[in-house]
């Protein structure tokens, strides 16, 4: 761009750096108004819905009906006591926030779990909330659009499943912000011997040399249209093939991917599981520089049967919730999610880097005739360690049924605008919508409370 | 009326002695600028032009409103969200002066308010940043802002007055400007009219917002910038807002440009621009260039090789002109507009089902490959009715389910306005009310279907929709407009208030207002769509987002094409073959891709092809056929009717389904041109450098596979995927290395011409538009 000679002018290149175009970097500068707190952030998406009475919530003095048949046991923490059948992670509680009073008023999966993805309100609450442009980016898209990222790394990864129930939930991409900003998503499970990403393997009789020589000739051809190399657009495909192929070739992410160079008896120990190595997967990929890793507990809300779907546990079918959350949901937690949190102890990676474990919504304080609970969105537990937030905390209070927020009510919004502002992104920064209408990241208060 | 730096303009509508004592007040005001003096003229003028000057009138919607717009206070992302900032909530942009002043004097108990301290007044405080204010300080004590707040307070914090005049217009001068260096900024001049026939300069008290980054615009009006561009500035006083246009340009050269001798009045109209801004046009480009363009731009495929040496080898003058009579008689014409129409009418298989794409599809296909007259086009969509099996355009009303989405959609898509702004409070950027919004609605108030039986697979599913669907229009039934809870008079949008008779048809009426020639709106957002068709960028830009504050940027040109289009009957072969006739169409992308000579038109800008367009073009230069879901193998992406054939729930997508979805085809949920993905993504490289859709069919294509059949020399081979490639010969540096390659390895000669397929396929040629 000419410049008028006698001014100084910003000196930030238009396409110099990979994929950071100039409006990019002067959002990235102007949205940093504090020190990160967290370099990065792991989203355990809990799909179906957890229920809070059987895990960090419990409440020993309701009555029958109501109670859980489980038993709380201490924990670490005084005054946090935990479900007894997370032995494993009561030992782990003075590293984690709970926030005990997440509110909201969607009752379908699909809506609600929109809103825990984005944390924005959808227009309705719809069992098949229809996905379109005009919904909002899930929160590691707005991550990968605002935050300054590691060269060469995809800011936000997603996987090992698409969400769905009936119809494919919203929220799981980029929306209005741009496929650019879509994340590096696979569904392949990583418990599979074997294990790798499409992206990064090519087909058998497709060799990396094969591959270099391919580009090698394309560049030949490019030769001939060098005025192409002053289109944005064009430059910064080609800006992606080098990308693409340097991640098919070099080792960083490549090895971020392997998780062959695991120690079995940590392979073990965050269990043989589609989940558990998801986790152990997510470890390796914040440690390669990932900003956002989303882990979905599973494909379907699930629920009623052992080995496999979600926390939706309403006993239909004749299924019984305490007859299968106790077999699969559960240990599965206890096992993974401590593993987790003493593993990013263990390598210092624990003070810089979010988890976020939270479901769609809770589930009924009153236990249903199917001996099981329904869903509950007006009071419900996430929880959250590292990254800048207290440890061994409570933030708001249930009512004595766990029914409803007796005090510090919590929005989704409210989690969006804290998890943003502990990555160093103002929550109120704003996106542009395909309307073109300036759109907050985030219309919640950051919850000063839990700020460590 | 005095609103500092020394500027003191008055009402012309004032008595002589006003003007009198308006004289006296100016020589001393220039004297002695001091800010307890401007203070006192402040006050006392504050009303003078209605020719009463008592220190208690101060005009709330006039005087505080025009502050709190001039200091952001009730922008979106401050007090003017829905929820208010910090517990104070304004109307967006001052759109509710009464509410505002309640907002002020008598939430939090009156607190923001003290009339004993007015300068203790949390008003003051907050803005002055004398406590905290998240938003930081919006102004300093002392200044204009601050003095007619605090006098308004001190005057006792007078509320709205129903007599007080609204402004009915404002004249911004220039209106438009070239600026050469050595001159590097222009003042501007706001001149507000009140209903009541006064005018006074509202300068100092306007909101300034430029569109270009580089623009910064004072508080006084005056206007910089950093580069040398263009800059579109949106001047708002009050509730009137219009646009200025600047340029800010190199020192003007004596010699004027040698400039290509225009073909039509397009290139007058864009030559004689980039005259005045004295930028180059690039040259026009080569027939090689120029036949991928038109066969792209005109049936969304490249050329065949032979069709492509045809052309360069004819040698006849008009062959251009010849090029495109004949591509816009083929079949894939057809193709091409239906492939964008499917698009913005939403036609896809979970709401209109796989028979409804089907029908509507060739209903389209059907119009554009018959000529049928644009106007006709839209006629038969808005007063679509019956079934939407026998009458397929009456599927337009089948995914807008209420009136409030048929209003938006059919401005959005006929009279290129986006008008959901107005949905909960007046655009702010456009002068459409509410009241506008839910009247145009209300023309759509009695749309109703008649649903015999939805055979929808997933019974949970309101979107889903199997079956014939009968849309008829009912006798009765209104919108309620959310401001005034009250049912709202039908009205078209900018039309006359009597134009509609409620209870006639109001569907037929709208066809007949909508597509009438006297409807400019309707003809320029048509040509400038055909034009960001061709051009790759609308006159007005975004395309479907006409507004007073986002002028065309050639404003004469698109009138002058709206005129042409209405004078030959709508006819979209004749419109398009005027815009691929002019030089304007015919320049190449050479050159510097300053974004300020391409919107200009100075040289083409370069685009990504399209998804449909890239895979079909693979498919004919490898000779293999694509594979969707629920399709014979044969269809080409680009005639696709609908987007997903086969639920994702039975059958996952296939790898050429996956390739369109990758690389942008939209869901055709939106009604929009801006669903449309361009863009490049990393994802995209993946899909090409190992994604199975391309790599099986370069390891199958029998067209290959014949080609490396020893028979054929590496010459001819080379020579023959260049031209079906890339319509071009081999450069004869591309030969040699080429023929090397094919000579020294004979044994991997099919890899080989594998890998130099792949190549062609990957180069920036192929992909993009140039």
Not at chain 1, 27 to 42: D, G, M, N
Not at chain 1, 233 to 257: E, P
Request: include cysteine; aromatic fraction near 8%.
């Amino acid at each position: 761009m000419m410049k008028l000679p006698r001014r100084s002018v910003l000196k930030i290149g238009g396409t110099g750096l990979l994929g950071l175009t100039l409006p990019k970097l002067l959002q990235a500068s102007e949205v940093s108004h504090h020190r990160p707190r967290a370099k990065s952030v792991i989203f355990l998406f809990q799909w179906g819905g957890p229920s809070q009475l059987d895990t960090f919530d419990m409440k020993p003095d309701a009555p029958d009906g109501i109670r859980s048949p489980y038993r709380p046991i201490s924990s670490t923490v005084p005054g946090m006591p935990v479900c007894e059948l997370l032995p494993r992670m009561s030992q782990q509680m003075h590293k984690v926030t709970l926030i005990r009073t997440l509110t909201h008023k969607m009752k379908n999966h699909a809506s609600a779990g929109y809103y825990a993805i984005t944390g924005h309100e959808p227009p309705s609450d719809d069992q098949r909330l229809r996905d379109s442009l005009s919904l909002y980016p899930a929160y590691g898209s707005v991550v990968d659009r605002l935050a300054v990222s590691n060269p060469g790394v995809p800011a936000f990864v997603a996987y090992p499943h698409v969400i769905r129930d009936g119809s494919i939930v919203p929220g799981q991409h980029a929306s209005f912000l741009g496929k650019s900003h879509d994340p590096l998503f696979f569904q392949e499970d990583p418990n599979a011997t074997g294990f790798r990403l499409p992206e990064l393997s090519l087909p058998a009789d497709l060799s990396v040399d094969r591959l270099q020589r391919r580009r090698s000739l394309q560049q030949l051809i490019d030769q001939q249209t060098r005025y192409l190399d002053r289109s944005e657009k064009a430059i910064g495909f080609d800006q992606y093939y080098d990308k693409a192929l340097s991640m098919l070739t070099s080792d960083r992410v490549r090895k971020a991917f392997d998780l062959s160079h695991e120690p079995e008896v940590l392979r073990d120990a965050y269990g043989h599981t589609t989940y558990g190595q998801s986790c152990l997967l997510a470890r390796r990929l914040v440690e390669a520089g990932v900003k956002f890793v989303t882990v979905y507990f599973s494909n379907s809300i699930g629920g009623r049967k052992i080995g496999s779907g979600g926390w939706d546990t309403h006993g239909f079918d004749n299924s019984r919730m305490y007859k299968i959350v106790n077999k699969y949901q559960l240990p599965m937690t206890d096992q993974t999610l401590p593993t987790l949190l003493i593993d990013l102890e263990n390598r210092g990676l624990l003070d810089e880097t979010l988890i976020v474990w939270m479901g769609e919504f809770g589930r009924t304080p009153k236990i249903n005739k199917n001996e099981s609970r329904d869903h509950w969105p007006q009071c419900y537990t996430a929880l959250l360690a590292g990254g800048g937030v207290k440890q061994g905390h409570v933030h708001g209070s249930s009512d004595r049924y766990a029914m409803y927020p007796a005090e510090h009510p919590v929005r989704p919004d409210d989690l969006a605008a804290t998890m943003f502002h502990l990555l160093g992104i103002d929550p109120k920064t704003e996106v542009y919508d395909r309307a073109n209408r300036p759109l907050p990241i985030a219309e919640g208060e950051t919850i000063r409370d839990i700020l460590a | 009326m005095v609103y500092g730096n020394g500027r003191i303009h008055l009402s012309v509508e004032g008595t002589k002695s006003l003007k009198k004592s308006f004289i006296t007040m100016q020589s001393i005001v220039s004297s002695y600028r001091t800010i307890s003096f401007l203070t006192v003229c402040c006050v006392a003028f504050l009303l003078s032009a209605r020719g009463t000057i008592a220190a208690d009138e101060f005009v709330f919607e006039r005087d505080v409103m025009a502050v709190l717009s001039k200091a952001g206070c009730n922008l979106g992302t401050c007090h003017g969200n829905l929820r208010g900032k910090g517990g104070l909530s304004l109307s967006l942009r001052g759109q509710d002066a009464a509410g505002d002043f309640l907002a002020l004097t008598h939430d939090l108990a009156g607190r923001r308010i003290n009339r004993n301290a007015a300068d203790e007044s949390l008003m003051l405080l907050k803005p002055v940043a004398g406590v905290p204010h998240e938003g930081g300080q919006r102004f300093q004590v002392g200044s204009l802002e601050y003095t007619i707040l605090r006098d308004w307070i001190r005057a006792g914090s007078p509320g709205p007055a129903s007599t007080s005049p609204p402004v009915t217009q404002l004249q911004v001068t220039p209106q438009h400007k070239n600026i050469f260096l050595p001159e590097d900024s222009v003042q501007l001049e706001v001149i507000a009219t009140f209903d009541d026939g006064t005018t006074r300069d509202v300068t100092r008290l306007a909101t300034y917002e430029a569109e270009n980054l580089a623009t910064r615009t004072s508080a006084n009006g005056l206007v910089e910038q950093d580069e040398f561009g263009e800059t579109t500035i949106a001047v708002r006083f009050l509730n009137e807002q219009l646009a200025v246009r600047l340029a800010f340009l190199p020192p003007s050269r004596s010699a004027s440009m040698a400039l290509p001798e225009p073909q039509n009045y397009i290139d007058r109209h864009v030559f004689g621009k980039l005259q005045e801004l004295q930028i180059e046009p690039a040259e026009l480009v080569s027939d090689s260039v120029f036949v991928r363009r038109a066969y792209f731009d005109l049936l969304g495929i490249p050329p065949t090789g032979q069709e492509a040496q045809a052309f360069a080898n004819d040698l006849h003058q008009d062959k251009r002109a010849r090029l495109i009579d004949e591509l816009m008689n083929r079949p894939e014409f057809a193709d091409q507009w239906a492939l964008k129409w499917s698009d913005l009418l939403r036609n896809e298989e979970k709401v209109m089902d796989a028979r409804g794409v089907e029908l509507f599809h060739s209903w389209i296909r059907r119009s554009f490959a018959e000529g049928q007259p644009l106007d006709e086009f839209v006629r038969e969509l808005v007063a679509g009715q019956g079934s939407t099996y026998e009458n397929p355009p009456s599927n337009y009303y089948r995914p807008l389910r209420d009136p409030l989405s048929r209003g938006e959609t059919t401005a959005r898509l006929f009279l290129g306005v986006r008008l959901q702004c107005a949905k909960c409070h007046n655009h702010p950027f456009d002068h459409w009310t509410q009241d506008d919004y839910y009247s145009w609605a209300g023309v759509f108030a009695r749309v109703d279907y008649e649903v015999p039986e939805n055979k929808r697979q997933d019974r949970l599913d309101k979107n889903e929709f199997v079956g014939e669907q009968q849309v008829i229009e009912k006798m009765e039934g209104e919108v309620t407009n959310a401001r005034t809870g009250e049912a709202a008079t039908p009205q078209f949008l900018g039309g006359e208030a009597s134009a509609v008779t409620p209870d006639a048809s109001r569907l037929e009426q709208l066809a007949n207002w909508l597509t009438s020639p006297a409807n400019k709106s309707f003809s320029q957002a048509q040509v400038n769509r055909i034009w960001f068709h061709l051009l790759g960028r609308g006159l007005v830009e975004p395309v479907d987002d006409f507004r007073v504050t986002n002028p065309a940027s050639h404003p004469e040109l698109l009138e002058a094409l709206a005129d042409d289009f209405v004078r030959h009957r709508y006819d979209v072969r004749h419109l398009i073959r005027r815009i691929m006739m002019s030089k304007t169409y015919q320049l190449a992308s050479h050159g510097s891709n300053d974004e300020f000579a391409t919107t200009n038109y100075a040289r083409t800008m370069v685009r990504r092809h399209s998804a449909e367009q890239l895979l079909d073009a693979q498919c004919q230069l490898l000779g293999m056929p694509s594979q969707f879901n629920g399709y014979a193998e044969g269809i080409r992406a680009g005639q696709l009717p609908g987007v997903l054939r086969v639920r994702l729930r039975e059958k996952a997508p296939s790898p050429d389904d996956r390739f369109l979805t990758v690389f942008g085809k939209p869901k055709r949920l939106m009604s929009c041109e801006c669903e449309r993905s361009d863009e490049t993504t990393l994802t995209q490289a993946f899909y090409l450098l190992g994604g199975e859709s391309l790599h099986g069919r370069l390891a199958n294509s029998a067209r290959l596979k014949k080609l490396a059949e020893p028979t054929n020399s590496s010459l001819e081979i080379i020579r023959e995927l260049y031209w079906s490639a890339l319509s071009r010969a081999p450069a004869n540096e591309e030969m040699n290395l080429f023929r090397r390659q094919l000579e020294t390895q004979p044994e991997e000669r099919e890899q080989i011409i594998q890998d130099l397929a792949w190549a062609l396929i990957n180069s920036k040629e192929f992909m993009f538009r140039h």
